[in-house]
């Protein structure tokens, strides 16, 4: 019965974030002083510098407090960032990779007036144009227009002849995303993020925090060393998945890649 209890209070117990270091360069007494409080384990990791993930010393160093802890009975998780949210690494996910920078749908609108032909350019933050539509201005954008917009195979403008009166261009682009998004404005540091919805970017992340964690810590045994990998609520601030990339491609096969509406 006490040992069921005991395993009990473990499974519920308090496990505070210790980020950057657990404590100096003996952090025995700390971790004294936290097992003497009834706290169950720590959360952890590398410290926050500018050598975030590429300091081997730092690493070694951490491992061996992971060790003093496990000795007092502590369990351990790994926090996987340096801030918030998680997914960047400190820019690293991104590094020399800017493609993979996060994107999502904007609609942009333009108003012009007159039967003329005019034309509609890739703002220059955009990645391409999905789809437009012109509407008499006052008019309810529908997306019923008639097809008085010609979307360039590659995305990069908008050909109209206009119409006569005032009127209004409704288009989708495709743009990185960072001003006015969480990647701006999440309260730890402005920064941009990468589209996790795209697996490559995941790929980057593991391979720039997770698999130096798994190199460095346990002798190359983490799943022993640590418990989990605490991972902070990612914020996709929207995103183009894999899927949407083969979106025009199966369009032209349905219906010749005619411009509509999304």
Not at 15 to 20: D, G, K, L, T
Not at 61 to 86: F, M, N, Q, T, V
Not at 123 to 151: I, N
Not at 157 to 177: C, F, P, Q, S
Request: contains cysteine; aromatic residues 8%; neutral net charge.
């Amino acid at each position: 019965m006490a040992a069921q209890a005991r395993s009990k209070r473990r499974r519920c117990d308090t496990a505070p974030i210790r980020s950057c270091t657990i404590g100096g360069p003996d952090p025995r007494e700390k971790l004294d002083r936290l097992a003497s409080l009834g706290i169950g384990g720590i959360v952890t990791n590398v410290p926050w510098d500018d050598r975030y993930l590429q300091d081997e010393r730092v690493f070694r160093e951490l491992d061996a407090h992971l060790e003093a802890a496990r000795d007092r009975g502590l369990g351990i998780w790994l926090y996987d960032e340096k801030g918030y949210p998680s997914g960047s690494a400190d820019g690293l996910t991104l590094s020399g990779h800017p493609e993979l920078q996060a994107r999502g749908l904007y609609l942009l609108s333009v108003r012009g007036s007159g039967a003329a032909p005019a034309v509609v350019q890739l703002p220059e933050d955009g990645v391409r144009f999905y789809s437009a539509s012109l509407h008499a201005l006052g008019e309810a954008a529908t997306g019923m227009a008639a097809p008085r917009v010609d979307v360039a195979e590659d995305g990069s403008r908008i050909r109209t002849n206009g119409m006569d009166g005032d009127w209004v261009l409704h288009a989708y682009v495709e743009k990185y995303l960072y001003e006015g998004t969480h990647a701006e404005r999440n309260g730890w540091s402005p920064r941009r993020y990468p589209n996790l919805l795209d697996s490559r970017a995941v790929r980057r992340f593991i391979e720039t925090t997770y698999e130096p964690y798994a190199a460095h810590i346990g002798q190359g045994r983490i799943g022993e060393a640590a418990s989990a990998f605490f991972y902070r609520r990612a914020e996709p601030d929207g995103g183009v998945s894999e899927y949407g990339r083969n979106v025009r491609a199966r369009r032209r096969a349905v219906d010749g890649g005619a411009a509509r509406p999304v």
